[in-house]
C-alpha cells in the first residue's frame, strides 16, 4: 500500500487486479433561478442565507415549481452524449435526514431520467477510451455546512442554505473505467462539454463540479465485482487521479492479505495524500424513493427536444477532429484550442483575420506564446487577432526573427500598440538582404581568421560561431539563415580565388 503523500500511478496493483471504476458528477447548472423557486442562483460571496425563501427552506405548506431552463439544460447535455430522452418523466423524493436537507429529502430523478445511455469519447495517453453513461438526471442541490470555531472555543457547524435548492445535474457513468488517468480524463472532457453547451461553469474550485469515483478491484481474468468503496471531497482533476490511484493500491494491499474489503464512503486528503473513512456506503433502497406528490409528471414534447438539438454548438470531440484532420493541427495543439476557450477563439479570430493563413503556424503562437503571457499577467490580456496575423506573416516571409516577434508580442499585449508600429518604434526588422550583410559578414570573418580555419577544416560548429557574431553586430535583426548562406558563400569565393 502507498504511504501518506505518496499517491501515485496504481501500476503494480494493477499487474494482478483489474480496476473497475465508475463515476459520478454532480454539475451546478447555469440557471439564473434556483429549482424549484425564485431565489437567485448568484450566492458565492452573498451573506449567508440571504438567498433563501420558504421553498429552499423546506418550510412546511411550500410548494415547489420546476425551473424550465433547467430542464432544457439536462436535455441538452443528454443529446450531446448521445443519450435517449423519455416522452415522460418524474420526480421522485430521495429521502435520508441530513443538516444541510432542510425538508428531510431531496427532490431527484430515480427510475425515469431525462437522459439515458449516452457515451463519451476523450482521449488517454494509450489513445481514443469511450464511456457509457448511464443517466444524467435533475435535482435540487442541498444546503452547505460550514465548519468553524464557537465563542468558546468549540468546535462548531453552520448551515448556510444559500446554496439549497440550486439546480444539480448528477451524471453518472457505468463501471467502464479502468485506470486512475482514464477517470482524469472523463471528468475533464465531461467539464469541457458541459462549459460548450453552456450548460454550467463546471468550475471545481466554487463547488459547481463534484466529482466522486466508486472503485472495485478483481482478480485479472475475472468477472464477477468486486467490494464497491464510494471515493468524495475530490476538488481537482489532479485529486481525481491521485485519489484512486491510491484507492486500487489501498483495496490490492488488503486483498493481498488475505483480508476483505467493506462497502463504505472514503474521503480525499490532498495534504495526506490519502484516504479516509467517512461513514459505510447507503444502498438506493435505503434512500426510500417514491413519486413527488407536489409535482406533476413531465412530457418532454418532440418538438421541444429537437429544438434543443439543433442549438447544440461544435462538440468538443468533432471540434478537435475539424482541426486535426481540416487545418492539419497535432493532436496536442487541437487539445489545447479545444480545452482553452480563449485560445480557441483568438486562433479562429485570427484565420478570419487573415484568409489564407496556415494555420499550423497560428496554433503554435497562440498555444505557446500567447497562453505564456496570458497565464503570468496579473490582469487581462488582449491581442488583437489581425495584430497577431499580421505578426505571423512577419515571421513567415523573413522580416521578424522568432526571439524578436515574441518581443513584439508582449508589448503588443501590454499596449495594444499595431505590430508593425512597435517593430519600426524598436528597429526590430529582420535583416535578409544578402547585400545589405555584406559588409558585416566581411567584417566578422576578418576578425575571426580561428573560426574561418574550422570551417574550412570541416568543425560544423565553427559556422554557428560566425552566425553567431553577425547576430550579434546586427543586435540579433540579421536573418540566421541568411547570414549562413552570405558566410558560406564568401568562403566559398575565397577558397576559389
Given amino acids: ?39 437567485s442562483t448568484a450566492y458565492d460571496g452573498a451573506r449567508p442565507n440571504s438567498h433563501v425563501c420558504p421553498v429552499c427552506l423546506g418550510l412546511p ?7 424550465r431552463r433547467a430542464v432544457e439544460l439536462v436535455l441538452a447535455t443528454g443529446a450531446a452524449i448521445g443519450a435517449s430522452t423519455p416522452d415522460a418523466t418524474r420526480w421522485d423524493r430521495k429521502n435520508y435526514f441530513y443538516p444541510d436537507l432542510p425538508k428531510g429529502y431531496q427532490i431527484s430523478q430515480y427510475d425515469l431520467p431525462l437522459a439515458a445511455a449516452g457515451t463519451l469519447t476523450f482521449d488517454t495517453s494509450e489513445g481514443p477510451f469511450t464511456v457509457r453513461i448511464t443517466r444524467a438526471h435533475l435535482e435540487e442541490d442541498t444546503a452547505k455546512l460550514v465548519h468553524a470555531e464557537g465563542p468558546a472555543g468549540e468546535r462548531i457547524s453552520l448551515v448556510d442554505f444559500n446554496r439549497s435548492g440550486v439546480p444539480l445535474m448528477e ?19 465531461l467539464q469541457l462539454l458541459l462549459r460548450t453547451i453552456g450548460a454550467s461553469d463546471a468550475d471545481m474550485e466554487h463547488g459547481q463540479l463534484r466529482v466522486e469515483a466508486n472503485v472495485s478491484l478483481r482478480r485479472r481474468g475475472t468477472e464477477a465485482f468486486g467490494t464497491r468503496v464510494e471515493v468524495k471531497n475530490m476538488n481537482s482533476f489532479r485529486s481525481v487521479e491521485h485519489a484512486v490511484a ?40 435505503d434512500y426510500r424513493y417514491f413519486p413527488e406528490p407536489d409535482l406533476p409528471p413531465l412530457r418532454v414534447d418532440a418538438a421541444w427536444l429537437a429544438s434543443i438539438r439543433g442549438e447544440l454548438p461544435e462538440l468538443p470531440a468533432a471540434h478537435r477532429t475539424r482541426y486535426r484532420d481540416a487545418l492539419g493541427l497535432s ?30 503556424p497560428v496554433a503554435n503562437w497562440v498555444t505557446g506564446d500567447y497562453l505564456r503571457i496570458r497565464n503570468a499577467a496579473a490582469g487581462p490580456v488582449r491581442v488583437d487577432p489581425a495584430e497577431l496575423a499580421a505578426l505571423v506573416r512577419l515571421v513567415a516571409d523573413g522580416s521578424l526573427n522568432r526571439t524578436s516577434a515574441r518581443q513584439v508580442l508582449e508589448a503588443h499585449a501590454q499596449s495594444g500598440e499595431g505590430v508593425e ?7 526590430l526588422r529582420q535583416i535578409s538582404d544578402t547585400a545589405a550583410l555584406g559588409a558585416i559578414v566581411e567584417d566578422v570573418l576578418a576578425a575571426n581568421p580561428a573560426a574561418v580555419a574550422d570551417v574550412r577544416a570541416g568543425k ?13 553586430a546586427t543586435r540579433g535583426q540579421a536573418n540566421a539563415t541568411v547570414a549562413q548562406a552570405a558566410i558560406r558563400e564568401r568562403l566559398d569565393a575565397g577558397e576559389r580565388a
Wanted: with cysteine; proline share 3%.
Fill in 421 to 427: 508600429a512597435i517593430v519600426g518604434r524598436l528597429g
Fill in 460 to 472: 560544423a560548429q565553427a559556422i554557428g560561431f560566425l552566425v553567431g557574431q553577425v547576430m550579434k
Fill in 246 to 285: 491510491f484507492e486500487i493500491e489501498r483495496q490490492a494491499a488488503i486483498l493481498d492479505g488475505g483480508e476483505s474489503l467493506r462497502m463504505e464512503t472514503r474521503g480525499w486528503s490532498d495534504e495526506r495524500g490519502e484516504t479516509y473513512h467517512m461513514r459505510s456506503k447507503e444502498t438506493s433502497d
Fill in 331 to 360: 493532436a496536442y495543439d487541437a487539445a489545447v484550442l479545444v480545452a482553452d476557450a480563449d485560445a480557441g477563439r483568438l486562433f479562429e479570430a485570427t484565420l478570419a483575420a487573415a484568409p489564407g493563413l496556415e494555420a499550423k
Fill in 171 to 189: 451524471v453518472v457513468s457505468e463501471p467502464d473505467v479502468r485506470t486512475a488517468e482514464q477517470a482524469r480524463r472523463y471528468a475533464e472532457e
Fill in 1 to 39: 500500500m502507498t504511504t501518506a503523500g505518496a499517491a501515485r500511478p496504481a501500476g503494480a496493483a494493477l499487474e494482478r487486479y483489474e480496476a473497475v471504476i465508475g463515476i459520478e458528477v454532480h454539475c451546478q447548472l447555469r440557471t439564473e433561478s434556483k429549482m424549484f423557486c425564485s431565489c
Fill in 61 to 67: 405548506g411550500a410548494l415547489p415549481v420546476m425551473n
